[in-house]
């Protein structure tokens, strides 16, 4: 690739929606250095423990390299007239609504561009959709509601500006790791900062927390609604502000006190304290200064949207809007669903924000494409679009950097769905994920490092992805994949695109286009870019207005002058009818199934998951459950539980933890059929979607769970990534040197050797099987070498109790050989001289287990985060362990 930067190169983190500059140092060795940007605004030197991990995950062996179809390599020309054919015929057959593309907030700004371009222009259809639907869906309809456009009018220093932060449903300590870490720095500067959590869950995040809210799941529009009644009843309403530059706000207030009759009811519909929402609504009320971030536990639910309003409502009713410190902030989860919004890449926008239903936007956007056609009404999103897929109705679906067989709910039915729809086309850039298992042609694309373009983070800020890396065998840029099947399909002219920086100045020229300051977002004073400039470029928040001596200024904030974008100029309060979720509870299905993420795993783990360090912190798939919920049920810790409903089925040990309701019980989001053998969360969520923003309610799902009743428990270490079948519940971890995994099975093999030999030796491996058999107990044990060193073992035995523990096991793959002792202790399982057990790794920096950390405390009298620190350097690089430091302590 020619277009590789110089050393060292500024980027931004690929993970999360705060989009961290990252500077990337690669030494002669080629071993790549991720160090934090010290002055991208985003994180200011800052970085946690995913971005710092980024050079562990580069080096991926299971890249896609090669286009394919239908499991035969075949060249680019061959790939890309396959798919330009499959989709003209089909669409000539059966018409443009019979094929779909499916994509991600992980393409970059311009891969999302073409896209949405040959879709909407092009084919003439909007069946567009995007991850985004399942992620920030809700919030969009919220802000285009209330704004008139998908507004997000905040940014990060508000964060540190601020007397209060209310956390709706955000994990932020493990989901946006640095604006957390700004949160904690701010509350040191400024003690009177006070911080409001409200999850159903005591999460990481609460240790920040003066007040946590743990409400009912799902009754959070019915405490907006009452703090709308609370303060409208109670003189908190900004008369001027309200009566210029609002309306409806009448409406609003009378249709929430009717879901919202007063503290004691909302109380007891969240299931909360009258004191605690009492507290919570005098703090918001007598503070001037207010941001109220939402995420998930909002955005996904069957009434997303209107949470979002309720919400907004708070702060439209006392002006926090539109000045420092104050306002309502979504924090966006990918670190490109901002940019996707920008281009209009859901199946219900056009682009540059523009509106599908409104005839003059669609001439316009025509006019400016030069286009045949213009997608004449909405496309289907996402959960109705995989429905049209299981019935035929779609014929052709093209997925691009998303993992739908693992994220989408119900994913039972989307695998039925692509099993059966001959032409699944999947662009990714990896070799195995569950998708691509049903792909009938494999796009090999470039992937963060290798790519070239622009990105939007939660503060509309665009930076820059910049590449440090070769591409790998012959994989190709997202934006190129899309541009070659254009040409294909007999658009050549209207896709004159060489390089990435092209697509941007076309993309920033339509933002512009016939834009009499009515569209918001507004990048136009970029349509001329040089490459020079483009390769410069540095962080900005649109929308972008040149000054009149031609120097240019981002926005930091939007609305200060009283202006939304509806057709008059107004905010709308929205009138919320606060409900419940869809779903209930039975007496069949008695549990509440909330899920979400962990510290170190980004989505479906086809990068953290490679990364030892990354899978440490968490090492395996659980389901968590109240203590007392557990007791009722006879439930151990670590017992193997089945979680089920009409949907699915899943197999996870249990996991005790205290900060969850009683009824409820939670389970992340990572492990994939690579990863485990039945643990994809997806399976048991019910296909249930916001109305208006067909948002999925994937925090929200009725279940039951019943012991799995195992004979035998074990594990395997080997060097090489293995294909299980034989157990209940498997799950895998990458160590250091070689892949862990855990087994557990309902029903002894017939045979141990024969089975381990066969699952951990090859027909055509050299090296010696050592074993050992106890029969009477069903205590088995084998180690395979190949000269001194250890390539795989296997230990089974009745009770998880009577397996070893494993650290030391693990630490023998990172040698390049054994010596006489350790081979002869291998077996027994316990190393000959005692090594010390440091725990489940809680610092990922600095490699620093919980064990370790428990007993400096107790040795040394560690009372503070900082004395760990001094002792032991945990917590001292990326902070990202700090919660879990305090909770230590
Ligand atoms: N480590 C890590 N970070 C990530 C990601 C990742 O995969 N890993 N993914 C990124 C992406 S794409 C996203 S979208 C964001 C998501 O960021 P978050 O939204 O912060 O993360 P989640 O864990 O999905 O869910 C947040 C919280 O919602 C709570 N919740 C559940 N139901 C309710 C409810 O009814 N009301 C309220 N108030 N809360 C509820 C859950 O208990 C959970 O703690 O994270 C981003 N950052
Ligand atoms: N139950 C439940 N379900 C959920 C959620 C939840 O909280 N609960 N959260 C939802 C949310 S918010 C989200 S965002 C989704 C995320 O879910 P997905 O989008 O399905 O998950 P990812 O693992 O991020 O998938 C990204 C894919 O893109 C590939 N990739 C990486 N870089 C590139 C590139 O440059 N080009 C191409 N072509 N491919 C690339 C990766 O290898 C990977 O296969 O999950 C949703 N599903
Ligand atoms: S907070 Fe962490 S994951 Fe998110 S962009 Fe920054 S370094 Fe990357
Ligand atoms: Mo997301």
Request: overall charge negative; proline content about 5%; charged content about 20%.
């Amino acid at each position: 690739m020619s277009e590789l930067s110089s050393n060292p190169v500024s980027t931004t983190c690929p993970y999360c929606g705060v989009g961290c500059g990252v500077k990337v140092e690669q030494g002669l060795d080629g071993a790549v250095k991720v160090t934090p940007d010290q002055k991208h605004p985003a994180n200011l030197g800052r970085l946690c423990s995913k971005g710092m991990a980024l050079g562990d995950t580069l080096d991926n062996p299971q890249r896609l390299l090669y286009p394919e179809i239908e499991g035969k390599q075949v060249s680019w020309d061959v790939a890309s007239t396959e798919v330009a054919q499959r989709f003209n015929s089909i669409i000539e057959e059966h018409g443009s609504e019979a094929v779909a593309f499916y994509v991600s907030g992980q393409l970059l700004t311009e891969d999302y561009y073409v896209a949405n371009k040959l879709m909407k222009g092009f084919i003439g259809s909007a069946n567009i959709d995007t991850n985004s639907r399942l992620c920030m869906s809700s919030a969009v309809v919220a802000h285009k509601r209330a704004f008139g456009e998908d507004l997000v009018p905040c940014n990060y220093e508000d964060l540190e500006q601020t007397d209060l932060i209310v956390l709706i449903g955000s994990n932020t300590a493990w989901c946006h790791p640095v604006l957390y870490q700004r949160m904690v720095a701010a509350k040191k500067e400024n003690p009177a900062l006070r911080v409001v959590l409200i999850d159903p869950r005591e999460t990481q995040t609460a240790d920040l927390a003066d007040l946590h809210l743990p409400l009912k799941p799902g009754s959070d529009a019915f405490l907006f609604n009452g703090l709308l009644a609370y303060l409208a009843d109670n003189g908190h309403t900004a008369t001027a502000f309200v009566a210029q530059h609002t309306d409806n706000s009448v409406g609003a207030i009378n249709e929430a006190k009717t879901s919202a009759k007063d503290v004691v009811a909302v109380a007891e519909q969240c299931g909360l304290s009258v004191e605690a929402v009492n507290a919570f609504y005098a703090l918001f009320a007598s503070t001037d200064k207010v941001v109220s971030v939402f995420s998930q536990g909002v955005n996904q639910s069957s009434s997303g949207a209107d949470k979002g309003n309720a919400l907004i409502n708070c702060h439209l009713l006392t002006g926090k809007i539109g000045k420092p410190g104050m306002g309502p902030f979504s924090f966006t989860g990918q670190p490109n669903a901002m940019g996707g919004r920008e281009v209009g890449g859901l199946a219900n926008m056009l682009a540059a924000h523009m509106e599908i239903e409104n005839s003059e936007s669609r001439q316009l956007v025509q006019d400016f494409w030069q286009s045949p056609t213009i997608a004449p009404k909405q496309g289907l999103k996402a959960v109705d679009l995989f429905e049209a897929v299981h019935s035929g109705k779609i014929k052709a679906v093209w997925i691009m950097a998303t993992n739908p067989a693992v994220s989408l709910p119900n994913t039972n039915r989307v695998r039925e769905a692509l099993d059966m729809c001959e032409n699944v086309i999947v662009s990714d850039c990896v070799s195995n994920t569950d998708t691509l298992k049903y792909a009938n042609i494999r796009l090999p694309a470039l992937t963060w490092g290798e790519r070239n373009g622009t990105v939007t983070n939660s503060e509309r800020a665009i930076s820059r992805q910049r590449p440090f890396l070769d591409a790998p065998g012959e994989a190709k840029p997202d934006w190129q994949i899309i541009t070659e099947v254009a040409h294909k399909m007999g658009h050549a002219e209207q896709f004159q695109y060489d390089i990435s920086l092209d697509v941007f100045r076309e993309h920033a020229a339509l933002s512009g286009y016939k834009n009499e300051g009515e569209r918001c977002f507004d990048i136009s004073p970029l349509a001329d870019l040089s490459v020079e400039e483009f390769d410069a470029l540095q962080p900005f928040q649109w929308p972008l207005k040149e000054n009149a001596d031609g120097s240019l200024v981002g926005t930091q904030r939007l609305f200060e002058d009283g202006k939304f974008f509806t057709p008059n100029g107004k905010a709308r309060f929205i009138s919320v009818s606060a409900e419940m979720p869809a779903t209930q509870t039975s007496d069949e299905y008695s549990l509440i199934l909330n899920t979400g993420r962990v510290r170190d795993h980004w989505h479906t783990m086809t990068r953290t998951g490679t990364s030892a360090r990354l899978s440490s912190h968490v090492s395996q798939p659980t389901v968590e459950l109240n203590p007392d919920d557990a007791d009722m049920r006879g439930v151990k810790e670590g017992d193997l539980l089945r979680v089920h409903n009409e949907y699915g089925e899943l197999c996870l040990p249990a996991k005790f933890d205290k900060g969850l309701r009683k009824g409820n019980v939670f389970v992340p989001i990572h492990w994939t059929k690579q990863f485990s053998g039945s643990s994809v969360v997806s399976d048991v969520m019910p296909p249930i979607v916001d109305p208006v923003s067909g948002q999925p309610e994937s925090k929200f799902s009725a279940v039951e769970i019943e012991a799995v009743d195992t004979v035998w428990h074990g594990f395997l270490i080997s060097r090489r990534q293995l294909n299980l079948d034989m157990a209940s519940f498997w799950h895998c971890q990458k160590v250091e040197g070689a892949w862990y995994y855990s087994l557990a099975g309902e029903q002894l093999p017939e045979n141990w050797a024969e089975m381990s030999r066969e699952l951990l030796c090859q027909s055509d491996d050299k090296g010696d099987w050592a074993e050992y058999f106890d029969k009477s107990r069903q205590i088995y044990r084998g180690a395979r070498f190949v000269n001194d060193r250890l390539e795989s073992c296997v230990f089974v035995s009745q009770t998880a109790k009577e397996l070893p523990a494993t650290n030391w096991l693990k630490q023998l793959f990172t040698q390049e050989s054994l010596n006489k002792e350790e081979r002869l202790s291998l077996l027994s399982g316990k190393p000959s001289t005692p090594m010390e057990d440091t725990g489940k790794v809680v610092c990922s920096c600095f490699n620093i287990g919980e064990k370790t950390i428990k007993s400096a405390i107790q040795a040394q009298k560690l009372c503070s985060v900082e004395e760990i620190g001094a002792c032991l350097k945990a917590g001292t690089n990326c902070g990202s362990c700090i919660p879990e430091l305090k909770g230590f302590l």
